[in-house]
């Protein structure tokens, strides 16, 4: 009985030695694992293969930010973004990326319309301050165009220079010179030209 408790013992002692080396093994390896090779780019990690150091994804989709990547995949697919990458100069690339990842965010969050939706929103927004900027500068005009008229009109309109008969005549001339429905088409203010 002594005898197999002590080998029983003895060959426990002899699993944690091998697993403690196991543990001391695999720590070494992430360690050399960080410090010789960088973590794989956001895309090759989704793509799950191994990012090699002239990897095209790399430079514009790290690690550290994998949605940036995933929509532009589930959008444009990983080896249309490799084609388009590929066929670019470097200098555009990042640009070219920058552009994937809003229309692919667009995209993702209206999927019907994507970036034209928000194109056209723009677009209403810019038609309304068109309308609001037209409106403000036909007000100035309006405003120097009575101010003129009414510098001109005490000398030539007091009751005093004017002749009887037309003190008698109805004041038209106090009448504004010019509509403001000249200027601006308010029927069709704040229309854009993306509505349907």
Same mark, same amino acid.
């Given at each position: 009985?002594?005898?197999?408790t002590?080998?029983?013992?003895s060959?426990t ?8 080396e196991?543990?001391?093994n695999i ?9 010789g090779?960088?973590s ?6 989704l793509l799950?293969?191994?990012c090699?150091? %002239?990897? +095209? ?5 790290? #690690?550290?930010e994998?949605q940036?990547f995933?929509?532009?995949h589930k *959008?444009?697919?990983a080896?249309?973004v490799n084609?388009m ?6 200098h555009q690339?990042? %640009?070219? +990326?920058?552009?994937?990842v809003?229309? #692919? ?5 209206d999927?019907?319309?994507?970036c *034209?939706g928000?194109?056209?929103s723009l ?8 309308a609001q900027?037209a409106i403000?500068q036909a007000?100035v005009?309006?405003?120097r165009m ?5 510098i001109?009109?005490?000398?030539t309109?007091?009751p005093e220079n ?8 109805p004041s038209?001339?106090?009448r504004s010179l ?5 200027v601006?088409?308010?029927?069709n203010?704040?229309?854009s030209?993306?509505?349907?």
């Amino acid at each position: 009985f002594f005898k197999i408790t002590q080998s029983c013992r003895s060959a426990t002692a002899h699993n944690i030695l091998l697993r403690l080396e196991d543990i001391h093994n695999i720590t070494m390896k992430d360690n050399g694992r960080k410090q010789g090779m960088a973590s794989p780019c956001a895309a090759c990690k989704l793509l799950r293969r191994r990012c090699a150091q %002239d990897c +095209v994804f790399a430079p514009y989709f790290p #690690a550290d930010e994998p949605q940036k990547f995933a929509s532009v995949h589930k *959008v444009f697919g990983a080896s249309n973004v490799n084609k388009m990458l590929q066929e670019l100069p470097e200098h555009q690339r990042g %640009d070219a +990326v920058s552009s994937m990842v809003y229309e #692919a965010n667009a995209r993702v969050r209206d999927p019907v319309y994507g970036c *034209v939706g928000a194109i056209s929103s723009l677009q209403q927004q810019i038609d309304v301050l068109q309308a609001q900027l037209a409106i403000a500068q036909a007000e100035v005009v309006h405003m120097r165009m009575r101010q003129l008229s009414s510098i001109s009109s005490p000398a030539t309109n007091s009751p005093e220079n004017a002749s009887p008969s037309s003190r008698h005549t109805p004041s038209h001339a106090t009448r504004s010179l010019f509509s403001m429905d000249m200027v601006v088409d308010q029927a069709n203010m704040g229309e854009s030209l993306w509505s349907c």
